[in-house]
């Protein structure tokens, strides 16, 4: 078997091309800040009332 310089020279080039690309990865980060919904809640809640009360209504005609 015959040790052949250039071809060893290719395949550290490329192994070293590989560890270069790989460490110059650059590294994301996301922050999300707290989102206050309160505004959103109380309206969810406001109309989930009102469906019930409509629709307690139509059952029953004679409640009031």
Not at 19 to 38: E, K, N
Request: hydrophobic letters at 50%; proline letters at 5%.
């Amino acid at each position: 078997m015959k040790f052949d310089m250039k071809r060893a020279a290719a395949h550290l080039a490329v192994g070293l091309t590989a560890v270069t690309i790989a460490a110059c990865t650059p590294t994301v980060r996301l922050q999300v800040d707290p989102i206050q919904i309160y505004a959103k809640l109380d309206a969810d809640v406001r109309v989930r009332l009102d469906r019930e009360l409509e629709q307690l209504l139509q059952e029953n005609p004679n409640l009031f």
